[in-house]
Structure formats: C-alpha cells, structure tokens
C-alpha cells in the first residue's frame, strides 16, 4: 500500500476548470497504477479515470471523456486530473486510488490504497 493525499478541490461555476492532486509517499508509488474515482451524495462511488504506471495506458468513463485528463509526474510522485468544462452533475467527493497492478484497471475492488477525497462542488 501506498499513502495518498488529494488537494485541489473548491467551488467552481459550471463551465469552469480545476485540477486535483495526488502525492504518494512511498518509492512504489511510481510502480502504481493510478485512478480517480467519485461519490456523488447519495449515489455509489465510481470510477472516474485511471492509468498504468507509465501513463501511457489511460481510460475514463464515457461521463467525462474529452473534459477529463488523468496525467502523472512520477518524478514528484503525483498524479493529475485536469478537469474541464464542469457541470453540477460533477460534483461529488473525488478520491485517488493506486493499484499495484500493472494495467490502467477501473475496478475498485483491485486498488489497495485510497485517499481520504477532496470535496468538488460545480454551481449552475
């Protein structure tokens, strides 16, 4: 397991941008694959975006494809989410997970280590 810790999180206008952070605490960090998930109140978490542990495998889910970025800097041992043209139904508590699987996987069940989540809340 690796430590995880978000930020980046806030209020933003529909329409509007934030990115959030991921730094991992530990060397394996770098040999983690990576992913983002949500939880809306009231609704079950789900994946968001996530990548290998090169960052050249990526997915997303289809809600926000080409808004979304997942990137990571592994020399700072952090991962990204870039996120654009937001809409209110995006507003949820984001999570970082890592998997100490190889491939960029979306199932929960196969991360071992999960942030405590960043609150992002998109006004209309």
């Known amino acids: 397991q690796v430590q995880l810790e978000e930020s980046g999180g806030g209020l933003v206008q529909a329409g509007g941008s934030l990115r959030l952070s991921c730094a991992g605490s530990?060397?394996?960090?770098?040999?983690?694959?990576m992913a983002w998930f949500r939880q809306a109140p009231g609704k079950k978490r789900e994946f968001v975006a996530g990548l290998n542990w090169s960052g050249l495998l990526k997915n997303y889910a289809n809600s926000v494809k080409g808004r979304f970025a997942i990137s990571r800097d592994r020399a700072k041992n952090t991962v990204y989410l870039q996120m654009s043209s937001l809409k209110p139904e995006d507003t949820a508590v984001y999570y970082c997970?890592?998997?100490?699987?190889?491939?960029?996987?979306?199932?929960?069940?196969?991360?071992?280590?999960w942030g405590q989540g960043t609150q992002v809340t998109v006004s209309s």
């Open positions: 530990e060397r394996t960090f770098s040999t983690y694959g």
């Open positions: 997970a890592g998997t100490p699987l190889t491939t960029a996987t979306s199932r929960e069940a196969d991360f071992d280590s």
